[in-house]
């Protein structure tokens, strides 16, 4: 089967550094992408990754190894508007997106 | 209109009737999605379609159908709604169905069957 697996819930203060992890197993593998859902809204698009190695994004960067099966999304200098659900998504061999559950980030001062 | 939209923002149904969830795209992407979204789950496909005129089912299709006449408009119905089928449902639209693609989410539908 397929299954996508990242922490339930984080809490990091503001002004630090958080890492949040994603592990997968699917059926190929045509890239990952991180999205944030703040509560209440739709999940809007952060990072894709398709090779090994780090995408700096401003705040945001995200790591892949596909040997590991490994992805994460580290957030620098925390805001409290990034206090939301990081969902991890992966394109299976059929071009589909699998997804995890969602991490939520609780940011306090 | 900007991005995309869905109609309604919410609604209560009673078990068994037919309701249909509507779903508008401008920016003349090719691909569409429907997604379910449940507590403690990840975003579930019902349905795609890849190409006006063609769709497709997801990993959830089971009790909801969809068509797809033009670019612009991809609307989901449930012919027979029943209490399983509460949740919150994003409509989504990406510039094709190709790897690297990112996809475009609608505001949701919340929708509680009784």
């Known amino acids: 089967g397929q299954n996508i697996d990242q922490p339930t819930e984080m809490t990091a203060t503001e002004g630090a550094i958080v890492q949040i992890n994603c592990t997968y197993q699917?059926?190929?593998?045509?890239?990952l992408f991180w999205y944030q859902q703040h509560a209440g809204e739709a999940p809007t698009f952060l990072s894709y990754?398709?090779l090994d190695g780090l995408e700096e994004k401003g705040r945001f960067s995200s790591f892949l190894s596909r040997s590991k099966g490994y992805s994460y999304l580290l957030l620098k200098e925390l805001q409290m508007k990034d206090s939301a659900s990081y969902l991890c998504?992966?394109?299976?061999?059929?071009?589909?997106?699998?997804w995890g559950a969602g991490t939520k980030l609780i940011i306090k001062p | 209109i900007a991005g995309i939209t869905q109609a309604p923002t919410s609604q209560i149904l009673a078990a068994g009737r037919r309701m249909t969830l509507r779903c508008t795209q401008d920016m003349r992407h090719n691909a569409m999605y429907w997604y379910r979204q449940d507590l403690g789950l990840g975003l579930r496909l019902i349905h795609y379609?890849?190409?006006?005129?063609?769709?497709g089912k997801g990993e959830v299709p089971d009790g909801y159908s969809v068509s797809r006449a033009n670019t612009d408009d991809f609307p989901l119905t449930l012919a027979s709604a029943v209490p399983s089928q509460t949740s919150v449902y994003f409509c989504a639209s990406s510039t094709t169905s190709g790897r690297g693609d990112e996809q475009f989410f609608g505001p949701g539908t919340r929708l509680t069957v009784l």
């Open positions: 379609s890849n190409t006006a005129g063609t769709t």
């Open positions: 990754n398709v």
């Open positions: 998504a992966v394109m299976d061999s059929n071009y589909q997106l699998i």
């Open positions: 699917t059926s190929g593998f045509n890239g």
